[in-house]
């Protein structure tokens, strides 16, 4: 009984160590171990950067946004606006082609 007892301990034993090595080895080089750091930390400023970006793309946005409030529209806004889609122009303006 007890060589048996001695025996299922260290298979236990030996079952803890494989896996506390599994855990320290994906600790190490597993998709968020120690040796990746630098690669998440180089694909942290890149989206940073994209944040940044989107950001100043949101502003411009926004300020487009405000310059065409229904109570107060911005006439020049407006006026680019007209003239770009609905290829609109005043009477005395001439329109000059350009061929590519």
Do not use: C
């Amino acid at each position: 009984m007890n060589m048996t007892a001695s025996k299922k301990e260290k298979r236990i034993q030996l079952f803890a160590l494989l896996f506390l090595l599994g855990l320290a080895t994906l600790a190490l080089v597993g998709p968020y171990g120690l040796l990746s750091w630098s690669e998440q930390s180089a694909a942290l400023e890149v989206r940073n950067a994209q944040i940044a970006q989107l950001e100043e793309e949101g502003a411009v946005l926004a300020n487009r946004v405000d310059l065409l409030d229904l109570d107060n529209v911005d006439p020049d806004l407006s006026s680019e606006l007209v003239r770009r889609d609905l290829n609109v122009a005043h009477r005395d303006e001439y329109v000059i082609i350009l061929e590519d």
